[in-house]
């Protein structure tokens, strides 16, 4: 059983930055797609990013060129930079692993997801 813990949410005035963290334990990271989901109220659930173990990346459109994914299998850790953060990021984040390669921006893809972490974004 896997298990991922995020931290790093907040609150931030627009045009800040913040890092998001997540943890894995159980199972082999190194193995692992991972990727970043967010969700704000009354919405659908949204691909923001995703890193292969093979080095592969893909952002959703609506945060390419503003948040950075990246991996470190060393300590079973993913994390996401967000810079340059607008009102409309506000949302609870979620991390998710998936062994299963192919449509790293569909959620149903994932087998794992952790909690979440809330990001507020203030105008």
């Known amino acids: 059983q896997v298990q991922l813990v995020e931290s790093g949410g907040g609150l931030v005035q627009a045009g800040g930055s913040l890092r998001l963290s997540c943890v894995a334990s159980?199972?082999?990271?190194?193995?692992?797609?991972t990727g970043w989901f967010r969700q704000a109220p009354g919405k659908e659930r949204e691909f923001v990013a995703a890193l292969s173990r093979f080095g592969s990346i893909y952002y959703g459109d609506s945060v390419r060129g503003r948040f950075t994914i990246s991996r470190d299998n060393a300590r079973s850790t993913v994390s996401l930079q967000m810079n340059s953060l607008k009102p409309g990021d506000t949302a609870i984040y979620y991390c998710?692993?998936?062994?299963?390669?192919?449509?790293?921006?569909?959620?149903?893809?994932?087998?794992?997801w952790g909690q979440g972490t809330q990001v507020t974004v203030s105008s």
């Open positions: 159980g199972g082999s990271f190194s193995r692992y797609v």
């Open positions: 998710a692993v998936t062994t299963q390669l192919g449509a790293p921006a569909r959620a149903r893809t994932y087998d794992y």
